[in-house]
């Protein structure tokens, strides 16, 4: 009898082993963008644009071993509530980042599992033009095989992998679910948010070794639910609750 439990097990497995035997010169070199705006004193900008891809901008917040300088980019018409909907209103994009005031020399860790929809196009174009520094987190499979024509497309028909220097693929293919069960058409078996998570906290791991390895302390977030941690956390807030809208 097939063990559905362990096959799925195995092959999240496989994939985010390829993310970081194939990746890690990539995720060493976004690591080290992020340090470079914690040595300038500068926040990290998080958005996931559109989606269940928008659980990354939770999850790299106030995150329990995080760094407490995630500036999590939240914009409710994007959200799970409102899809597909939000995410294809293109005009979104510019609101968005000026609502964060995100500019010139700041760093935006962009991520889509498609990397096509209208906001994620819109806001890689318009960092392009504003001069954000980006970390886009994406796949391939689904602009590779989606038309150019498919109604969820940005109209330019751009593809998020093919526009940033640093883009982390998690590899996740086409239809998402990574399961086949006999009796049932469709795969079952979610991956994306899995790829998404681990590259989102292997960049942050390996930037606290960066700043180890150059004699910083890194700020790191504190579990709240355990003894001491709200009292460790109180610099962290002092320091970055003035800067970071939702802290």
């Known amino acids: 009898m097939r063990d559905f439990l362990r096959e799925y097990l195995d092959e999240l497995e496989k994939r985010m082993e390829r993310i970081l035997e194939e990746q890690r010169p990539l995720l060493e070199r976004a690591a080290r963008m992020m340090v470079d705006q914690i040595k300038a004193d500068k926040l990290i900008y998080v958005l ?19 760094l407490a300088c995630i500036s999590p980019v939240f914009a ?6 409102h899809i597909p ?19 010139r020399d700041d760093l935006l860790i962009l991520v889509n599992g498609y990397g096509i929809n209208p906001v994620t196009i819109e806001t890689a174009l318009e960092c392009q033009k504003r001069g954000v520094k980006v970390i886009a987190v994406t796949s391939t499979d689904y602009a590779e095989k989606l038309p150019p024509d498919f109604p969820g497309r940005h109209p330019s028909g751009r593809n998020l992998h093919e526009m940033f ?6 590899y996740m293919e ?5 399961l086949n069960m006999p009796g049932i058409a469709s795969k079952i078996g979610a991956y994306s948010t899995f790829g998404n998570a681990f590259i989102c906290n292997a960049m942050v791991i390996k930037a606290c070794e ?8 890194p700020p790191i977030i504190n579990s709240i639910n355990v003894e001491g941690g709200l009292e460790k956390n109180q ?6 609750r003035p800067r970071i809208k939702w802290l």
């Open 235 to 240: 610099k962290l807030y002092a320091k970055y």
């Open 174 to 178: 086409y239809g998402d679910a990574i």
């Open 165 to 170: 220097e640093v883009t982390l693929l998690t």
């Open 210 to 217: 960066i700043m180890l390895a150059e004699g910083m302390e």
């Open 48 to 66: 996931g644009s559109g989606g269940h891809s928008n659980m990354m901008a939770e999850e790299m917040f106030h995150r329990a071993g995080g």
């Open 76 to 81: 409710d018409s994007i959200r799970i509530p």
């Open 85 to 103: 909907f939000g995410e294809r209103c293109a005009a979104l994009a510019p609101y968005i980042l000026d609502a964060y005031n995100i500019g």
